[in-house]
Nanobody, 125 residues
Framework: AVQLVESGGGSVQAGGSLRLSCVAS????????MAWFRQAPGKEREGVAR????????YYTDSVKGRFTISLDKAKNTVYLQMDSLAPEDTAMYYC??????????????????WGQGTQVTVSS
């Protein structure tokens, strides 16, 4: 069974940085995608960043471009989300997701097959 376990969340002041990690077990890299989503209270789940496990191509939602960086270390079975210049609007529960065969876009969270339990990020002004 595939398991995704996130870590690295916490509380920071605006302008600070955090690095989230997601360790994947039982997952096969096969030109599919892994991604980070987030969900703030009362809001829908939002795609943040995606990485193709074969080509390494990345994609970001507009609100985090230039501030967040997604990366994949296959040797460690870990996908990271480096978050810099954090703002209060980045406050949310952050989830790691992975698809078994494909690379769904960030606007289709329900298309992803596997999810972690989430890690909370809180940014204060």
């Amino acid at each position: 069974a595939v398991q995704l376990v996130e870590s690295g969340g916490g509380s920071v002041q605006a302008g600070g940085s955090l690095r989230l990690s997601c360790v994947a077990s039982g997952y096969t890299y096969s030109n599919n995608c892994m991604a980070w989503f987030r969900q703030a209270p009362g809001k829908e789940r939002e795609g943040v960043a995606r990485v193709h496990t074969g080509a390494g191509v990345t994609y970001y939602t507009d609100s985090v471009k230039g501030r967040f960086t997604i990366s994949l270390d296959k040797a460690k079975n870990t996908v990271y989300l480096q978050m810099d210049s954090l703002a209060p609007e980045d406050t949310a529960m952050y989830y790691c997701a992975a698809d078994r065969w494909r690379c769904p876009n960030l606007y289709s969270p329900s298309a992803y097959d596997y999810w972690g339990q989430g890690t909370q990020v809180t940014v204060s002004s």
